[in-house]
């Protein structure tokens, strides 16, 4: 904590002087929460100078290009660990030992089938359906046969939702873009790891054996560990939004699987797949630059920028270098798509507007070439940062709900509507 204040002289009051709060890393805050109590409200659109919550899951530094998850650097979890460690890691706090990650990977395999009854959600869906659109009326669903984890004050009910979340959400994912290309479901395998089975569910047939790449499998698990949570992003303060409200985690989920769906946040992995593909040729890209920089021009380099990276985002430069080991293993160095993007990120990294801008490759720029290879089709890129995500934002929900000062979450506003004016009955409207 921090002894220091802030002092704020409003019109018509004494000076107030406001507590400053410090964390364990990163900038102080300002409590301002007493404010309204001098009928004025702080004005904050975007969130852009606010923090919502304090949490102790992830640290970022935009300015360092520094992501922690739990005090653990991203790229030596990309390194070292596998997708459910770092999921063990944002759960718990703590990174598994040899018998704590055996029981969680058992509990977490003992969860990946789905009720058959959900199966029948599908056949609802137009079969040209957007996958996301699929993911969040599914997920949502799954509240309906789920009632003996709704209690969300019992922490025992808040593990197993999570496990169930953590655990279905590549099934149901498979089972959509199975249902997209009119094959059959496939069944979850507990022989296989997490990433694995997931691969097994998209791309197995009954009519084949299937024995997935493993190079791709140690790809796509960087991808999900990569993805798996971001602090207080659009999607995660989705999730604890409507988790203040008592909402049960399904609901929740399915929230955050909405939020996460813009291009400006977690739909920008398909966007830039998308772009190159537009784009085409390295001959058009200084058009492509000239149109991101137009401000009468909607177009903006997707993959690139963002909210709080000022810098390199981390997960960029590991995403970059899993893309250079997938194109060698697969000898697809020639791939023109990568080949294009590499091109396309060393000029925009030279050019004056977007040095000005701070304007530097996210973590979605590279990921869709790599899940181009794999063989994930783009309209499902959105769906694999929601699988990947899932356990970020289960892990927020469940932190929040835990905490002592749970408040449902009710923001105010500037009004700038009509002043109050009397009834105007219908024959007297012109
Ligand atoms: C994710 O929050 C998270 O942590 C998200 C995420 C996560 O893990 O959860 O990291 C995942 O969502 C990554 C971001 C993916 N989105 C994209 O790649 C879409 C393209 N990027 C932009 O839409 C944009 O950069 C945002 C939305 C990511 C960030 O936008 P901000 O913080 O609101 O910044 P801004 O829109 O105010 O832009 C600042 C300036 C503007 O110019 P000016 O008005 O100041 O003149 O930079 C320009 C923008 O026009 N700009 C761009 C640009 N991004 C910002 N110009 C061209 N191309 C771009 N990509």
């Known amino acids: 904590m921090s002894n220091d204040t802030v002092e704020i002289r409003i019109p018509g009051h004494s000076p107030l002087s406001l507590p400053m709060l410090s964390g364990t890393l990163g900038p102080k805050v300002i409590d301002v929460s007493s404010v309204n109590q001098y009928d004025v409200f702080t004005y904050d659109p975007g969130f852009q100078s606010t923090a919502a919550c304090s949490s102790g899951i992830t640290f970022i530094d935009g300015e360092k290009g520094i992501l922690l998850h739990r005090g653990y650097p991203i790229a030596e979890l990309a390194e070292h660990a596998d997708y459910l460690e770092v999921c063990y890691l944002l759960l718990n706090g703590e990174l598994p030992n040899q018998a704590q990650k055996e029981s969680f990977v058992y509990e977490i395999q003992h969860h990946t089938l789905v009720h058959e009854q ?7 869906f137009p079969r040209h359906s957007h996958p996301m659109a699929i993911m969040c009326g599914v997920v949502g669903a799954l509240s309906a046969f789920y009632h003996d984890s709704l209690e969300i004050k019992n922490p025992e009910h808040r593990k197993l939702a999570a496990l169930r979340l ?11 873009y199975k249902y997209s290309i009119g094959q059959p479901f496939a069944y979850p395998k ?16 009954p009519t084949e054996s299937d024995n997935v790449n493993p190079v791709l499998v140690r790809a796509m698990d960087r991808i999900f560990t990569l993805h798996a949570d971001h602090e207080q992003n659009a999607s995660t303060s989705t999730v604890r939004l409507a988790g203040s409200s008592g909402a049960n985690p399904f609901a929740c989920i399915s929230a955050g699987i909405a939020a996460l769906w813009g291009p400006a946040h977690g739909g920008a992995n398909e966007a830039v797949l998308n772009m190159l593909n537009e784009i085409g040729d390295v001959s058009r890209i200084d058009m492509y630059l000239a149109r991101a920089k137009d401000k009468n021009d909607p177009f903006r380099l997707m993959g690139f920028g963002h909210r709080v990276y000022k810098n390199f ?26 080949k294009l993007a590499l091109k396309l990120e060393e000029i925009a990294l030279q050019d004056p507007y977007f040095i000005e801008k701070k304007l530097y490759p996210n973590v979605d720029f590279y990921s869709g070439i790599i899940l181009k290879a794999i063989g994930i089709p783009i309209n499902m890129f959105t769906v694999i940062f929601a699988i990947a995500r899932t356990v970020g934002w289960i892990s927020h929900w469940s932190e929040m709900l835990s905490g002592k000062d749970l408040k449902i979450g009710r923001p105010r506003q500037l009004y700038t509507g009509p002043n109050q004016r ?9």
Not at 317 to 335: F, G, H, S
Request: proline content about 6%; aromatic content about 12%; charged content about 20%.
């Open 118 to 124: 959900l199966s029948n959600f599908f056949n609802g």
């Open 166 to 176: 953590v655990a279905k959400m590549p099934t149901i994912a498979a089972m959509a």
């Open 190 to 205: 507990n022989s296989l790891s997490y990433t694995e089975n997931f691969l097994h569910m998209m791309f197995s047939v």
């Open 313 to 338: 985002d981390p997960r960029a430069k590991v995403m970059r270098q899993t893309c250079y080991e997938v194109m060698e293993a697969l000898q697809i160095q020639e791939d023109p798509l990568f």
């Open 422 to 430: 009397d009834f105007v009955p219908i024959e007297k409207r012109r």
